[in-house]
């Protein structure tokens, strides 16, 4: 009983040593200035990111992160770690946004490289593995993008899922499995799953159409015809407008000058519209002729969709027009598990950052009401300094009269 007690525990503590984290950044404090490169790419107007929780948060020091400072700037920074691969096991891409500027338009999204990335040259067009998170624009384009890179292409999902748009912090989570398989959630919430294959075009289909099969020239694909023994009534065909029976020349029609007058035209009661003959089934229907397929020969089978041979970067390579997104708590790993317990935070931030704003937006409001009431005061004080005043005329009047007396 022991010894099946102690073999538990040793299974138990090896599948937990299994499980690594490869990448976590929370900064915690300014060291991440060190260990984050900005870009240098000529040609693009760069922003700079700033540590901080924002204006509104549940814990200052805990909720600090990245956040975008200056609008209308392209932001290119990354990070370098040990590289590693997925090859067997899970693949865990997870952080956090918070768009309190009630962002227009701009990325929120994390990219993971391989190691060829060169940090002080990352631009738009460097090659990444993955591409992961929110993306906004108008009111049009509010989703998560989920890009992977395939033999040199990279391949956006096929899926439309919706990112949030509030001003509050939100986890992305991406979940990748070694049976090809993935996840998306948001806060710790599934909001799409699937199969690699069939939700990306990596692959060519694996079925196409017969190229030498062609519909037969007698298939009939109408399901009804025109009745051959129908035929049109002799007292059909009438017009579909006539003279108005009810109407009368006016008293005042003048024939020289208004010429010959003909009564208005009015729908015909007894139209009855372009005869027809009625439809009967067809008795050489076929159905819709469906083009044959035959198996793709340019389809290969890859067992290893999942797979990235190598990833050592993490970085944020975006544009926003209106500055404020704060990123945070980037995590990559191989462990579901850890990465939900990291997630859970996220509704006790939520509820401080939303406690916080309403706070603060009743204050403004108070200020607000405060200075429009002292304003209204100062006009209501000018007008009566206005009334109190007098005309310099009236005083000289008023001077003369006075003397005449």
């Not at 300014?30 to 040609?43: E, M, N, R, V």
């Not at 196409?208 to 298939?219: G, T």
């Amino acid at each position: 009983m022991k010894f099946s007690a102690i073999v538990i525990v040793l299974v138990a503590s090896f599948t937990a040593t299994k499980c690594e984290v490869f990448f976590e950044e929370k900064f915690l404090d300014d060291t991440w200035q060190d260990s984050w490169t900005y870009s240098k790419h000529p040609g693009k107007e760069f922003g700079k990111f700033v540590r901080t929780a924002g204006k509104f948060f549940n814990d200052e020091e805990a909720d600090k992160g990245l956040q975008t400072s200056q609008d209308a700037r392209f932001y290119a920074l990354s990070t370098k770690f040990t590289p590693f691969s997925n090859k067997g096991k899970p693949l865990v891409v997870q952080f956090s946004v918070k768009h309190e500027q009630n962002i227009d338009c701009g990325g929120g999204y994390l990219k993971v490289f391989d190691c060829t990335l060169e940090e002080k040259d990352m631009h738009g067009d460097s090659p990444y593995q993955i591409m992961f998170g929110p993306d906004i624009c108008g009111p049009g384009t509010k989703k998560v993008h989920v890009i992977f890179s395939y033999k040199g292409k990279n391949h956006l999902i096929n899926k439309e899922i919706r990112c949030k748009d509030d001003v509050y912090t939100h986890f992305y989570t991406l979940i990748v499995q070694p049976d090809n398989t993935y996840q998306v959630l948001i806060d710790n919430e599934k909001v799409e799953s699937g199969v690699l294959e069939e939700d990306w075009d990596f692959l060519p289909p694996k079925k196409i159409k017969d190229p030498e099969a062609k519909k037969p020239e007698d298939w009939d694909e109408r399901a009804t015809i025109p009745d051959p023994d129908d035929k049109k009534p002799e007292d059909w065909d009438k017009p579909e407008h006539i003279p108005d029976p009810d109407a009368t020349k006016p008293d005042d029609w003048d024939e020289e000058m208004d010429g010959e007058w003909e009564p208005p035209m009015i729908d015909n009661p007894e139209y009855k519209g372009e005869w027809a003959p009625k439809q009967i089934d067809n008795p050489n229907y076929k159905g819709i002729w469906k083009h044959p397929e035959i198996d793709n020969p340019e389809y290969t089978p890859d067992e290893n969709l999942y797979l990235r041979e190598e990833i050592c970067a993490a970085g944020l390579d975006l544009w926003q027009v209106k500055s404020g997104t704060i990123f945070d708590n980037f995590l990559i790993t191989d462990d579901v598990q850890y990465a939900e317990s990291a997630a859970e935070t996220v509704k006790k931030t939520q509820a401080g950052e939303k406690k916080q704003k309403e706070e603060q937006d009743e204050e403004e409001r108070k200020k607000a009401e405060a200075e429009a009431k002292a304003a209204k005061t100062e006009d209501d004080d000018d007008e009566d300094q206005d009334d109190d005043e007098v005309v310099p005329g009236e005083v000289e009047e008023a001077e003369e009269e006075h003397d005449e007396l």
